[in-house]
């Protein structure tokens, strides 16, 4: 069955490292995005892609960074981890209109 | 600014009583409102998209109906396994596919 996965599920990083969340879908989707999820804040869009070698930025993408070299993945990096960026890290993708979300990524910066 | 409102943040019910979720929109020229659900520890999980005021869509014991300002979800009966976060979404005008989410109702329905 076609699904997204996300990897590592759980990440615990220190402040000044990069770090790469891996997102990967096997829908061959043309769009996928990432989103935060914090206590009071919803969902918020971080970047997005169109398809191959498509970006955008989103309404919080200060500090995080995107490429899409294939139609399957969309690995997120954070070039200098703060501790501001301690969250849930959600990848979707999508044909046309409803967005299909992978199980997310729990990062902790220390 | 594009805004999505949900309320209430939390709704406590007993297995077996009705009620309703609500869902208020200011999204220039929507293309869409969209409802998830999300469990614990999981991803959201598509539920319904509706397109047009009068619009509605039922899954079980789910029912979603949209306004010109609002949509509501409409839980009939429900069960304990209906606890969970809904969330609702509006895609915006235009040829963007964002979506823009509300902050969620937590659902706790109790035996």
């Known amino acids: 069955d076609a699904e997204i996965t996300q990897s590592p599920r759980h990440k615990i990083t220190e402040t000044g490292r990069q770090v790469t969340l891996a997102c990967h879908q096997t829908?061959?989707?043309?769009?996928m995005f990432w989103y935060r999820q914090d206590l009071g804040h919803g969902l918020r869009l971080i970047h997005y892609?169109?398809?191959?070698?498509?970006?955008n930025k989103g309404e919080v993408s200060d500090g995080y960074s995107v490429s899409r070299s294939n139609t399957e993945d969309l690995p997120l990096t954070l070039e200098s981890a703060a501790s501001s960026q301690t969250s849930v890290y959600f990848c979707?993708?999508?044909?046309?209109?409803?967005?299909?979300f992978g199980p997310g990524t729990r990062l902790t910066v220390l | 600014e594009d805004q999505v409102t949900q309320s209430p943040e939390a709704l406590r019910l007993q297995e077996g009583e009705s009620s309703s979720l609500n869902c208020s929109y200011t999204?220039?020229?929507?293309?869409?409102l969209f409802w998830y659900r999300q469990d614990p520890g999981k991803g959201p999980e598509f539920l319904f998209t509706l397109y047009s005021a009068g619009e509605e869509k039922e899954k079980e014991r789910l029912k979603a109906t949209l306004t010109k300002k609002e949509s509501f979800l409409h839980i009939t009966a429900p069960k304990p396994e209906d606890s969970a976060t809904y969330l609702c979404?509006?895609?915006?005008?235009?040829?963007?596919?964002?979506?823009?989410f509300g902050k969620g109702t937590k659902l706790t329905v109790n035996p």
């Open positions: 979707a993708s999508s044909e046309t209109t409803e967005q299909f």
């Open positions: 979404a509006g895609r915006t005008q235009g040829g963007s596919e964002k979506l823009v």
């Open positions: 999204v220039s020229g929507l293309r869409g």
């Open positions: 829908w061959n989707h043309n769009n």
């Open positions: 892609s169109y398809g191959v070698q498509d970006t």
